[in-house]
């Protein structure tokens, strides 16, 4: 398999379907669906829906009611980092190395387009019950996970300590639950809806969730080491963020070498884990290998 | 009927309900849950969850789930009110009385608090596919309501054109485009979502959203009136904010006699459409009136 080929396929489907399911651009609001487009439509790895559509496929999912899904989180994602991204919060004028949709489009209009962002998630999602009014059930029980993994007990919960605790040393402790809830809540929500949605089995789904909760970990912990090693040209932003912020990362914590170790032996748990799925799981594989040995 | 004595039973059953879908404080991320609770059992006429077990029970409704929806609503309402106020917003330090939400626990955490409820909403709504799975497709539906009625084809749009239209005289057609998503959205939400949730019949349910429409609008008609005629101590609220801030309002555009008349007509009118549904609506209609000759 040649995992770029196979990478850019796939991230090429992801860009129409997100297209597809942004709201037309028209009537006296039309900013809003402006300032939507721009910070969704500002690029990234589409990491969080093409793990959800890999996971559907793995349990034999072949329709299109997982697309306002895929859709659906990647519009979660993107509103957590416009409102991050606020002076309120980080204050960041750049990201992927455009100026953020704050800047662009001013202060009020970044809450605004966050918000819009987050309940148009729910909107999008919801469009699955038209799609296939017969699984209604397994589609309120997505949506369900959906809601969970970004709320007060996942990434918004993540992100409250994060903030509550920046310019802190903390624990590893508290550093770790940081990470599972701001960074791995979403990449579990995206492999259990694909799962709940291909009819998946309560084991498997669980399965799926714990890991999703090492690869999530893995990617966090290699986003550490790019903020040491990295260069702002690859990564789009500012590298030595977090020393500058005087902030505990798992390098700060555990070292270069530790944290390369650490991220390496959760992907490799996490690869021999979903083999013992028994499903045919080869890019998905190859993808929790890139993830864990990217440059940005 | 006494309307007072009815008025107070539902609302005391609607707090509990509210608080009995409040989160637990606890974890890391007990701030958010204390800033929710803060904000939403702030007080408030509870008039949307109100009115969606009116609609409910009105189509025959019995069962519990409508609670979560009820307080999923409630809790939309308020994280609208929490961004609402915050500085790049209105910039208001009280409502109802007490410090808002940024004031007490900061501005970052604010905006958390704010996407905490919205999202948290959604997760509540989500415990009906729990409560009755058999309803799915029916929850579903009113799940859908909910979240388009709140976004930007609803609320959030509204609220758009209203942030982007402030400090500029307006016409009288984008006022009532404002009004319309910004107040009666919601509005038009509770009653359709109660309605969908007892079985109501599709052409019921569009009759509901429109009373609910003339109603939403009658209500803020009221809300300019007050603003004119009211005092800060009854409203908890400073009063003459529209003329300080050279707002357009119902008032300015038709005077104070043109509003009462045009939201009493549009009272009369909603509680016309409402008998023709023959069904035992006492107490809806009563809650009607109040809405449009309310001191408070």
């Given at each position: 398999m040649n995992f770029n080929e196979e990478y850019e396929k796939r991230l090429t489907e992801i860009e129409s379907i997100l297209t597809r399911y942004l709201p037309e651009k028209?009537?006296?609001?039309?900013i809003i669906m402006e300032a939507m487009e721009y910070s969704l439509m500002?690029?990234?790895?589409?990491l969080r829906p093409m793990l959800m559509l890999e996971s559907f496929r793995l349990f034999g999912g072949r329709t299109a009611c997982i697309e306002p899904f895929m859709a659906a989180l990647e519009m979660i994602h993107t509103y957590s980092l416009v409102h991050d991204d606020l002076p309120a919060m980080?204050?960041?004028?750049?990201r992927r190395g455009r100026k953020t949709t704050h800047v662009v489009y001013g202060e009020d209009m970044g809450i605004l387009a966050g918000d819009a962002l987050l309940n148009y998630a729910f909107e999008t999602a919801c469009k699955a019950f038209d799609l296939e009014p017969e699984n209604s059930l397994r589609i309120g029980r997505a949506l369900k996970i959906l809601a969970e993994k970004a709320g007060i007990y996942g990434m918004i919960g993540g992100q409250v300590v994060d903030v509550r605790e920046s310019g802190h040393r903390i624990s590893g402790d508290l550093l770790e639950f940081i990470y599972r809830l701001k960074t791995s809540a979403l990449i579990e929500s995206a492999v259990m809806t694909g799962a709940v949605l291909a009819g998946a089995a309560d084991e498997e789904i669980r399965r799926m969730e714990e890991i999703a909760g090492k690869i999530g970990l893995a990617f966090q912990i290699q986003d550490d080491i790019l903020d040491v090693t990295g260069t702002e040209e690859l990564l789009g932003k500012p590298v030595h963020s977090d020393e500058k912020n005087e902030k505990t990362t798992y390098v700060s914590w555990k070292g270069l070498e530790g944290s390369r170790r650490e991220a390496a032996r959760l992907t490799d748990e996490a690869i021999a884990d979903l083999r013992a799925l028994g499903r045919d799981s080869a890019y998905l594989e190859a993808l929790f290998r890139w993830l864990v040995y990217r440059d940005k």
């Open positions: 028209e009537g006296y609001q039309k500002a690029g990234g790895k589409r980080d204050n960041d004028d750049y």
